[in-house]
């Protein structure tokens, strides 16, 4: 799996490499030719997922709402993600 991240400082919090962990074994046991990036702003983390093959789609979206929903996490899903070929969600930092 292809990762890229944007706009992070060189020192994560322990709790955020232990979920991007969690995500990227996520992904990798659906798509691991999959290209995930990743960008940190003040007020969220966007995520943009591309699988390698678009049947990968609907089963990286069910895992994804799975382990967000394990955590309890609440994320917020693009409309477009049929018709761009990418799965585009983010958090909000500040309803954590």
Known sequence: MEISKKFFTDILLDNDQIYFDYLYGVVESVDELASLEISK???????RLIPSLSKYTNMLIKEIVKMHNLFSIH?????????????????????I
């Open 41 to 47: 702003y003040p007020e969220a983390y966007h995520f």
């Open 75 to 95: 994320i917020e899903m693009s409309k477009s993600i049929k018709s761009s070929g990418s799965i585009i969600f983010k958090i909000n930092l500040n309803k």
